[in-house]
């Protein structure tokens, strides 16, 4: 009998997690380096946004059809061809130092990171049990909270240190060791999958492989039909609720940070980055949890930091702030992929995991459009109170979808 502590689903696991720590470490390093090398070689504050902001629109477009090729084809081909692609996004800056190849790399760069992060979350998923799913997902946004915290650090000093192409060049190698990890996890699966071979299934056996189901005839309404399930719609409203204060703060913390005189604004990340990292290790029992209901509490968290930064703005009530984020979105990012699977049918988690990433990004290119237009009518003096506006319209989202939700998730659990 095959369990999800077997050395199969333990090894995949461990596998998916510094694979996700490369792609999170690519996704934050060049979305920071860039602009930053631009800036120093007296390139206009415009351009460096311009090159994060291709990266987005190409990452935004890309999860809904990198949902549906996760869903229709073998996780493990997706992910090796993803991760090739994303190589090439980082090897030809490396190879050529040439304004035109590092914007037109940002859409490889972007289009490709969507899709491996979505192939790996459903992976992970897929090793998994539905009840202990939420557990799984936390220890992958290990991954994820590791290559946040320590992104903008390395490229920052790659670039000092090493230039710009040897820059592109050690993201080149971090994908050539991802794709090569992919390589070695698909050929041990293979191996113990032949040895198994003569064994007949048990009931009680849970799948540890990235492989999907035998890829599926297309259609238009096969291709719609995933984004069209009711139950799905408040899950996705939840997710661009949860990543609204996130992309005000990424956009704008810094910024009044330097305004405010605080001198190590970067803080706010590393101190939010580690509460996040530590809910990711202890949050196993949330994730698995039904209650739907905690994603207010978990959500209002940052209402909380941001009303104390907003009377009173220092360093001391910066990392307050962080460490109400970090436990916000710690928490609920993984609860809402957990809850959303546990309602939605196994065969469309890859279209549904997409969605929930494309609202997410929306969540966050409006929050950061909208916040800076706010900030331009009310100054820099009032970025606390714009975030903690955001933190509690983020709140009343979550509540309306919550109630929403009451209608469409009753029985879909049972």
């Known amino acids: 009998m095959t369990s999800e502590k077997t050395p199969a689903s333990t090894t995949t696991l461990i596998v998916l997690v510094i694979v996700t720590f490369f792609t999170a470490l690519y996704m934050r390093g060049l979305n920071s380096g860039i602009p930053y090398y631009y800036d120093s070689i007296g390139y206009s504050a415009t351009i460096g946004g311009t090159f994060v902001a291709v990266f987005t629109l190409a990452s935004t477009v890309m999860r809904l059809i990198g949902g549906q090729l996760t869903d229709r084809f073998s996780h493990y081909k997706v992910l090796l061809v993803s991760l090739v692609i994303m190589l090439l996004g980082a090897g030809l800056p490396a190879l050529f130092d040439n304004f035109s190849v590092a914007m037109g790399s940002r859409v490889l760069q972007g289009a490709s990171f969507a899709v491996a992060t979505n192939t790996m979350t459903v992976a992970v998923m897929g090793s998994a049990s539905k009840k ?67 064994t007949p299934p048990t009931p009680a056996s849970t799948p540890t492989s990235v492989s999907a189901p035998t890829p599926k005839r297309f259609s238009f309404r096969s291709f719609i039909a995933p984004y069209l399930m009711p139950q799905t719609a408040p899950f996705m409203a939840l997710s661009f609720a949860q990543r609204i204060p996130t992309g005000f703060c990424t956009a704008f913390i810094l910024v009044y940070a330097k305004f405010a005189s605080i001198k190590v604004g970067a803080t706010f990340f590393v101190v939010a980055g580690a509460t996040t990292l530590l809910c990711r290790l202890l949050g196993g029992k949330i994730f698995d949890s039904d209650r739907t209901w905690l994603l207010f509490p978990l959500q209002a968290l940052q209402v909380i930091g941001f009303i104390v930064f907003a009377i009173t703005p220092s360093l001391t009530t910066l990392i307050i702030a962080a460490i109400g984020y970090g436990l916000s979105v710690g928490t609920t990012s993984p609860l809402i992929k957990a809850l959303m699977a546990k309602v939605t049918p196994k065969e469309h988690w890859g279209a549904v995991n997409g969605e929930l990433y494309f609202f997410a990004d929306i969540g966050k290119a409006l929050a950061a459009f909208c916040g800076g237009l706010f900030i331009d009518v009310m100054t820099k003096a009032f970025i606390p109170v714009i975030a903690l506006g955001f933190a509690v319209f983020s709140c009343a989202v979550v509540a309306l979808a919550l109630l929403a939700g009451r209608f469409l998730w009753h029985d879909e659990r049972k």
């Open 132 to 198: 202990h799913i939420g557990r799984r997902l936390g220890i992958k946004g290990v991954g994820t909270s590791l290559g946040t915290m320590f992104g903008a650090l390395v490229s920052t000093g790659l670039l000092d240190s090493i230039g710009y192409q040897g820059f592109y060049a050690f993201y080149t190698v971090l994908m050539v060791i991802a794709l090569i990890a992919v390589l070695l996890l698909r050929k041990r699966e293979s191996k113990e999958k032949s040895q198994k071979s003569s």
